[in-house]
């Protein structure tokens, strides 16, 4: 049965690397997961800056250092955020599990108390860092969540998309992802999505995101990060910007880092 | 006839087309006008607390809440919880609400396993009892809600809206009204604010147009109708009245300003006192038309002008002199009212002088009125007589009660309270009023004093400075609920620290603790949960304490102390709030009420001086109405009537007025003096004669005022009320305490001079 073990090894090879498959043939909802897994890296290392400015154009400058891997053939995805600047916030930590299909895990490192306190949050609509991110724009849905649906293609940046509109199934998604319907700009190409407009619960329009410089980070998985996104609410005019940094691919970041243990640890 | 006289029958045509072109010119423009329901536009732009107020408006957003009260047993039964969610949602959805306050938007920080948990002060709506009664510990706990927007024994809870700064009030109100009525519950439902008071002040100032002037001008068709008794009598010196409106209101949108709520006083008072010389010329028309004269049509035109032109130009001047002393108020509408009741009168002053007699002169002749001997002597003449009896035979006797009673009454002068809260102009089981009372007693109170600290805000020193401020107004009985940035790093103090640790509910003496606290909030809360407490950079941070009282006592209690915390400190920034708007609008009220006062006794004392080319004929006119002003004040005090912006602007006005009997009664006395009557049968005589005019129109002065009676807004019955009082005051001081003065003291300038 050699020859069995070894079709079954190369076609979970195939599987895992699956290569594109003819766009024709994908759903929205297919376009829309395999959206969500281009960005996915096995393993990363970052330095990146946000900067919140508010509706005066005042800002609020961090600088972080991010770790991240994947675990459990890329359902979870385990996160240690470190901030570098500004300096009273130095050396605080978040270190992040990213489940699949549960609540996320969340600790918080806080070096002048010299404590770590676990987060609950469940409510994936909450800003990240106070910015105008929030968790679900971080971290990939729960796909049966929503309903998904082609609007039609559209060019951004000479970029060919679709336009695909996700939409919550029931109120409680709605309330917790804090959006009754997204549309998002996804590039028939690599998949990466280049423009999301979201509409608040009411139906208003939102925010607004705008992803730029795409870069293929893993070559041989056809992965993709973003080294700029921007995010404007168009309600309360703040506006966030995500800027990587520095990116580099690392499928063998220790596992040591993601443990609360390592968060104290500065 | 003198020449001016026989110039206004020459140039009638053209006079009457003058007046009534210019009334209707002046008149066209009144639907122009505006208006302005915002109290703080009542106040100078130059004043320091709106100064501070709108700058702290610039720094955090608006503050203004417009909120939604639910009433019942227990507002955490799950219907009402649910009413309540779906308020808070829907009232998110509209336009020009910046942020909502309420059990499902505000939030309850605290520790659980090992966890700091941020979520909604209500996340989910209890199910059975038990879930019931853990919602009902965990709120008691959770000093952001508790007390403010659901009350300490849960019946109330409240549905705040802030609402953005450039927002109509009129039509969010409108939608948070259509909305409560849409989302239906068995819980009584209560609209309050200081938006919503504006909006029913508003609306209240259009009914009292609607309903006063119409009311009042037919009050004093029915007098002058009582009066005259004839149809020209009614017409003439209504026509001056309607015309010297029209000119008044008409101006209002001319001089670029707007209509407050007091100046609804301006067509009342005219309505009361424009129509007094045309009185007096209807008065002598018929008193020269008597029955079988001889006089033509124009004769009598020019015979009513040329007698009495002086004695009503004289009264015009004192009445505009009184007026124009509300220039002392500060409150802008007082100035308003002040020129533009002026002007008003001037131009009642003027029609009355030229319109009526060229009217008079082209009118076909009326029938006679006064007849040639009398019958049957009226109740009103009898009652003068009688007057003239008693003035002459216990002449002393009157002057010392006179002055025992104002002094006895004088007393309550010492009760005299001030009061500017807007929630008091309506009645206690007006909704403004009723909801103003539920928000004070149980939801926070409904005024707000703020201070603004400036520097790093994240700094220990500056954060435990607002710590300790806070607790020491929490403290405070007449303090309701504060807010504050220091409030909510001790919460997460407490979610972070076990009780036993150094730092738990305290401010962290470490800069970099507190800007931790921080980034951890940031990562479970709302970036905008802040956004009324600190600026985005923490430059700037705002200390809020609702007052559960209006009353200025109390108030200034407040503000004295927040003003002895902060005096000198460089980190305190401001101190505003519309608490210390009324604060400081109720002393500039008092401020402008003495002054206004003093002006008025100084001016026209000095134009009977003038007049009467006399200093003691000052001090005699006087004295009644010192009387009269410490009558006033005393029965203010004993009847509880508070002093606002409304009845502050009364004693000037009251000056104004009530000096023209005593003018009347001197310059008529004085005439008899001279024509020969030793000083018993002059003072009997112009009391008989005069004295009838004196009571007409003091008659019609309280009979115009009286319509206030029926307005919405409390300050302005009590203003009618007061007017009447002290109008009668005068009356009185000028038919029985001048005659006996001027019997007991023989001043000099009464005297007939010695040829």
């Given at each position: 049965m050699k020859v069995a073990k070894i079709v079954i090894a190369v076609l979970s090879i195939y599987l895992v690397g699956a290569p594109l498959e003819p766009q024709e043939n994908l759903d929205a909802k297919q376009i829309v997961d395999r959206s969500f897994q281009s960005t996915k890296l096995a393993g990363s290392e970052m330095l990146s800056t946000m900067t919140i400015?508010?509706?005066?154009?005042?800002?609020?400058?961090?600088?972080?250092?991010?770790?991240?891997?994947?675990?459990?053939?890329?359902?979870?995805?385990?996160?240690?955020?470190?901030?570098?600047?500004?300096?009273?916030?130095?050396?605080?930590?978040?270190?992040?599990?990213?489940?699949?299909?549960?609540?996320?895990?969340?600790?918080?490192?806080?070096?002048?108390?010299?404590?770590?306190r676990r987060i609950v949050s469940t409510e994936k609509a909450k800003n990240f860092m106070g910015s105008e991110f929030t968790y679900a724009d971080m971290t990939p849905p729960i796909l049966d969540d929503f309903t998904y649906e082609i609007l039609g293609e559209e060019e951004i940046a000479g970029t060919s998309c679709w336009r695909i509109a996700m939409i919550p199934v029931d109120d409680e998604v709605a309330d917790e992802n804090g959006f009754s319907r997204r549309i998002a700009f996804i590039a028939k190409g690599d998949f990466v999505i280049r423009r999301a407009v979201y509409y608040d619960l009411y139906g208003e329009l939102l925010k607004e995101l705008t992803v730029e410089e795409i870069k293929e980070i893993d070559p041989k998985n056809h992965r993709y990060r973003p080294m700029r996104m921007v995010m404007v609410n168009k309600q309360n005019d703040r506006k966030s910007v995500l800027n990587v940094d520095e990116l580099q691919f690392n499928p063998d970041v220790n596992d040591e880092f993601f443990t609360t243990r390592y968060l104290e640890r500065y | 006839m003198n020449k001016a006289a026989q110039k206004i029958v020459r140039f009638r045509w053209p006079?009457?087309?003058?007046?009534v072109a210019a009334a209707l010119f002046f008149g066209s423009r009144i639907p122009r006008s505006e208006i302005e329901s915002d109290m703080k536009a009542m106040l100078p732009s130059d004043m320091e607390s709106r100064i501070n107020t709108d700058r702290i408006d610039e720094l955090f957003g608006g503050t203004d809440m417009l909120m939604v009260i639910l009433k019942s047993g227990d507002v955490l039964e799950p219907e009402t919880l649910e009413r309540t969610r779906e308020i808070s949602r829907q009232m998110k959805r509209i336009k020009g609400v910046d942020k909502v306050l309420s059990l499902f938007e505000l939030k309850n920080i605290k520790a659980e396993e090992g966890a700091m948990i941020v979520e909604p002060a209500v996340r989910r709506i209890p199910e059975n009892e038990e879930q019931k009664e853990l919602l009902r510990k965990d709120i008691a706990e959770n000093d952001i809600v508790y007390g403010s927007v659901i009350s300490k024994d849960f019946t109330l809870t409240a549905v705040i809206a802030l609402l953005k700064t450039e927002v109509s009030d009129i039509e969010i109100v409108k939608e948070v009204q259509d909305l409560v009525s849409k989302i239906r519950g068995s819980e009584e439902v209560f609209v309050g604010g200081l938006p919503f008071t504006r909006v029913q002040v508003t609306k209240s100032i259009q009914g009292d147009f609607r309903r006063l002037l119409p009311l009042g001008i037919l009050i004093m068709l029915v007098f002058l109708f009582f009066c005259f008794k004839q149809l020209r009598g009614v017409f003439l010196p209504f026509i001056v009245v309607v015309m010297s409106i029209l000119f008044a209101m008409g101006l209002i949108?001319?001089?670029?300003?707007?209509?407050?709520?007091?100046?609804?006083?301006?067509?009342?008072?005219?309505?009361?006192?424009?129509?007094?010389?045309?009185?007096?010329?209807?008065?002598?028309?018929?008193?020269?038309?008597?029955?079988?004269?001889?006089?033509?049509?124009?004769?009598?035109?020019?015979?009513?002008?040329?007698?009495?032109?002086?004695?009503?130009?004289?009264?015009?001047?004192?009445?505009?002199?009184?007026?124009?002393c509300l220039l002392g108020h500060i409150i802008i509408p007082s100035r308003q009212i002040s020129i533009l009741a002026s002007c008003g009168i001037l131009f009642a002053l003027a029609a009355s002088l030229l319109f009526i007699p060229a009217v008079v002169?082209?009118?076909?002749?009326?029938?006679?009125?006064?007849?040639?001997?009398?019958?049957?002597?009226?109740?009103?003449?009898?009652?003068?007589?009688?007057?003239?009896?008693?003035?002459t035979s216990r002449a002393k006797a009157i002057i010392v009660f006179a002055v025992v009673s104002s002094l006895a009454v004088s007393a309550g002068i010492f009760f005299v309270v001030v009061d500017t809260d807007p929630n008091h102009y309506y009645p206690d089981e007006h909704p403004v009023a009723y909801s103003g009372r539920l928000v004070n007693d149980n939801l926070g109170g409904a005024q707000n004093i703020s201070v603004v600290f400036q520097g790093d805000i994240k700094d220990p020193r500056i954060m435990t400075k607002i710590d300790v401020l806070e607790h020491e107004l929490q403290a405070m009985p007449e303090v309701g609920n504060t807010t504050s940035i220091a409030r909510v790093v001790r919460q997460m103090s407490r979610a972070l620290n076990d009780p036993a640790e150094e730092w738990y509910d305290k401010i962290p003496d470490d800069r970099n603790a507190v800007a931790q606290y921080f980034e951890l909030y940031s990562m479970s809360g709302d970036p905008d949960d802040f956004e009324k407490m600190v600026d985005f950079p923490y430059e700037h941070a705002l200390l809020t304490a609702r007052l559960n009282t209006a009353s200025t006592k109390k108030m200034d209690h407040v503000i004295d102390r927040v003003g002895q915390r902060t005096d000198g400190d460089p980190d305190v920034a401001l101190i505003g709030g519309f608490g210390s708007i009324l604060s400081e609008l109720a002393h500039k009220v008092v401020d402008g009420q003495l002054l206004s006062l003093g002006l008025a006794i100084v001016v026209i004392g000095i134009l009977l001086m003038i007049l009467f080319r006399s200093f003691v004929a000052g001090l005699i006119s006087a004295i009644p109405l010192a009387i009269s002003i410490t009558t006033l004040f005393g029965l203010m005090g004993i009847f509880r009537i508070e002093l606002n912006v409304a009845t502050a602007m009364l004693s000037s006005i009251m000056i104004g007025v009530g000096v023209d009997y005593t003018i009347h009664y001197l310059w008529r006395f004085r005439e008899e003096r001279q024509n020969g009557l030793n000083p018993q049968d002059a003072a009997k005589k112009t009391l008989t004669t005069t004295g009838r005019g004196i009571v007409f129109n003091a008659l019609s002065v309280i009979v115009g005022f009286i319509v206030l009676f029926t307005s919405s807004f409390i300050p302005v019955?009590?203003?009618?009320?007061?007017?009447?009082?002290?109008?009668?005051?005068?009356?009185?001081?000028a038919l029985i305490l001048i005659p006996a003065l001027c019997l007991v003291l023989k001043p000099k300038f009464l005297e007939p001079k010695s040829l």
């Open positions: 400015i508010d509706d005066r154009g005042r800002e609020r400058v961090r600088k972080i250092a991010t770790v991240s891997k994947l675990y459990d053939s890329g359902k979870t995805e385990k996160r240690l955020i470190r901030f570098l600047s500004p300096a009273d916030v130095k050396g605080t930590g978040l270190l992040t599990f990213d489940y699949e299909s549960e609540d996320d895990d969340m600790w918080l490192f806080m070096p002048a108390l010299r404590k770590t | 006079i009457i087309i003058g007046f949108p001319l001089l670029g300003w707007k209509i407050h709520v007091i100046t609804v006083l301006v067509p009342i008072m005219l309505i009361a006192i424009a129509n007094d010389y045309g009185i007096h010329l209807i008065a002598k028309y018929q008193e020269y038309n008597f029955e079988g004269n001889l006089f033509t049509k124009e004769e009598l035109a020019g015979k009513i002008f040329s007698s009495l032109s002086k004695p009503v130009i004289l009264t015009g001047l004192t009445t505009t002199a009184g007026m124009l002169s082209m009118l076909p002749k009326a029938k006679p009125v006064i007849l040639a001997r009398n019958d049957k002597k009226p109740f009103l003449e009898k009652t003068l007589v009688f007057f003239g009896k008693i003035v019955r009590f203003f009618g009320f007061l007017v009447v009082v002290s109008i009668s005051s005068c009356l009185m001081g």
